[in-house]
Nanobody
Framework: VQLQASGGGLAQAGGSLRLSCAAS????????MGWHRQAPGKEREFVAA????????SYADSVKGRFTISRDNAKNTVYLRMNNLKPEDTAVYYC????????????WGQGTLVTVSS
């Protein structure tokens, strides 16, 4: 599975951005899709994940109520809608994919930078 993330950029605090991750290769709908992020000087952290049907979604506590993950299996794309952005959301955002049978993400995209100014 090849993953291509896009949609990052500069936003003001309180603003919104939508990230997209286009997948190619193996059957996209078979995978759990997730977003992770890595802020400068920090370790990569989990942001959100969604199962193939969209019936099971999870978020990090830090983004609950502000971020929404969704997917369109017909377009092989997963999205992350980010509202009410905060400066601490500044990071490189990565999309990733894994089989539902494992806990570790197997495939990773190249990352897209999100910068939130105060």
């Amino acid at each position: 599975v090849q993953l291509q993330a896009s949609g990052g950029g500069l936003a003001q605090a309180g603003g919104s951005l939508r990230l997209s991750c286009a997948a190619s290769g193996r059957t996209f709908s078979a995978y759990v899709m997730g977003w992770h992020r890595q802020a400068p000087g920090k370790e990569r952290e989990f942001v959100a994940a969604i199962t193939w049907s969209g019936s099971n979604i999870s978020y990090a506590d830090s983004v609950k109520g502000r971020f929404t993950i969704s997917r369109d299996n017909a377009k092989n794309t997963v999205y992350l809608r980010m509202n009410n952005l905060k400066p601490e959301d500044t990071a490189v955002y990565y999309c990733a994919a894994r089989s539902i049978k494992v806990s570790e993400y197997t495939y990773w995209g190249q990352g897209t930078l999100v910068t939130v100014s105060s």
